[in-house]
């Protein structure tokens, strides 16, 4: 496999679990997110979906470019991706924790879990290619930004 094909089989994987995600998110943001008491800085909610998108799309490359160095470093490769599957898989969980079930609080202990994998991954990937860390950069920020969203929507509603 080629690397523009490495890259583009795992941009589609991300943005499949985004679609997915947004399944679950989609009817809660209609019914029960508005009855939500939400703090000053809370974005409208046209913005996630764009973001979401373009974050999926560049851990997607990310993840292409460490996975085009396996032949050079197979070990320090899989465990990179290992750890990007985790992150991904805790990104989805998220949704349903806090949109599906509706549980604020569990979703913010499990997006603090996410935020930690997401950074061992950012560290992992910016030793096997720079510019993979550079690309996890404002996935870590944003998720950085959702994680005192996440907390200041359970406080207000506690």
Not at 53 to 79: N, T
Not at 80 to 101: E, H, K, P, R, T
Not at 121 to 143: D, E
Request: hydrophobic share 55%; glycine share 6%.
């Amino acid at each position: 496999m080629n690397k523009i094909t490495r890259i583009l089989s795992i941009v589609v994987t991300c943005l499949v679990v985004g679609y997915f995600s947004g399944i679950i998110t989609r009817s809660a943001i209609t019914t029960w997110y508005p009855t939500l008491i939400k703090p000053s800085f809370n974005p409208p909610n046209w913005i996630f979906a764009p973001v979401w998108s373009m974050l999926y799309i560049m851990m997607g490359i990310a993840a292409g470019l460490v996975w085009d160095r396996i032949d050079f470093e197979k070990e320090i490769v899989k465990k990179a991706l290992l750890l990007f599957a985790i992150q991904l898989a805790l990104n989805a969980l998220w949704s349903y924790l806090f949109f599906g079930l509706k549980n604020p609080m569990l979703a913010g202990l499990e997006i603090i879990i996410l935020w930690l994998m997401i950074y061992e991954t950012y560290i992992q990937f910016a030793k096997i290619n720079k510019i993979s860390g550079y690309l996890f950069i404002p996935y870590l920020l944003w998720v950085s930004f959702a994680t005192i969203l996440n907390g200041s929507i359970w406080w207000l509603n506690r």
